[in-house]
């Protein structure tokens, strides 16, 4: 009983060490991108060198954001925030199968608490797991696969990614499906913030409180970075503003 304890805490743990690799990774990635929606501001937006050295004088600010996402450093980083996210899919999705063939069926995903149990997102993590994973390929093959990966293969990379953002964002759809995606993301952090948080064991009553409303306030500043640099670039893309 003690080793089957210990070992549940274990995948707990797990879990929630992989969930933080990707809430610091979506920090960075959402202030970078609302760098754009600043570079608007500023008169700076589209603003990009036409050669292709890193932090050129003259940039935009969202240029620079992707020239820090170009450096050794970052390209140390990605593969192990990519092997964090695999870990925090594979074992969200055993965690799920787990849980439900130990209820003796199919129910929705275990939550350790009713004032958890009352929450939807916290009932439905795994089928938002499910749409921010297939959203997210669209996601890779729009940015990711023209961008960072020709650098990390050396080869030559979109040197504007103005340019980029606005192709991929200028049709409405697009928008509207990358918002719903922010949404469900919106929704998967603030209940796996607090959460992740109880499974390493800092789940007091009075710091419990105070995590949830950080969680809520976490998803919903990088909510708001995400979807206004969406709207942005296509407000960009068909000349609404500039």
């Known amino acids: ?17 992989s969930g933080a690799f990707l809430i610091i990774f979506l920090l960075l990635h959402a202030t970078i991108n609302f760098f754009a929606v600043i570079d608007t501001f500023t008169g700076k937006y589209g603003v990009a060198a036409a050669d292709d050295k890193l932090f050129s004088a003259g940039d935009g600010l969202f240029k620079l ?15 192990i925030l990519a092997l964090g996210f695999l870990v925090h899919i594979g074992y969200g999705i055993y ?16 939550v350790p608490s009713k004032a958890a149990a009352d929450s939807w997102s916290a009932k439905n993590m795994f089928v938002l797991g499910i749409v921010i994973l297939g959203l997210l390929f669209m996601h890779l093959s729009h940015f990711w696969a023209k961008m960072q990966l020709q650098e990390f293969i050396g080869s030559e990379a979109a040197n504007d990614p103005y340019l980029l953002m606005n192709q991929t964002f200028g049709t409405w759809w697009i928008t509207l499906i990358y918002i719903v995606w922010f949404c469900a993301v919106w929704l998967h952090l603030i209940h796996g913030f607090w ?4 499974s390493i064991g800092w789940n007091n009553q009075i710091w419990m409180k105070r995590l949830k409303v950080i969680g809520v306030v976490v998803a919903t500043l990088i909510w708001l970075m995400f979807t206004s640099c969406a709207v942005n670039a296509f407000l960009q893309a068909n000349g609404m503003i500039g």
């Open 1 to 17: 009983m003690a080793n089957a304890f210990h070992y549940s805490i274990g995948r707990k743990f797990i879990q929630a060490v």
């Open 65 to 79: 954001g992707c020239d820090f996402m170009s450096t050794p450093v970052i390209d140390i980083m990605v593969p």
């Open 95 to 110: 965690l799920t199968w787990y849980n439900t063939k130990a209820r003796g069926g199919v129910k929705r995903y275990e």
């Open 195 to 198: 959460s992740m948080f109880q």
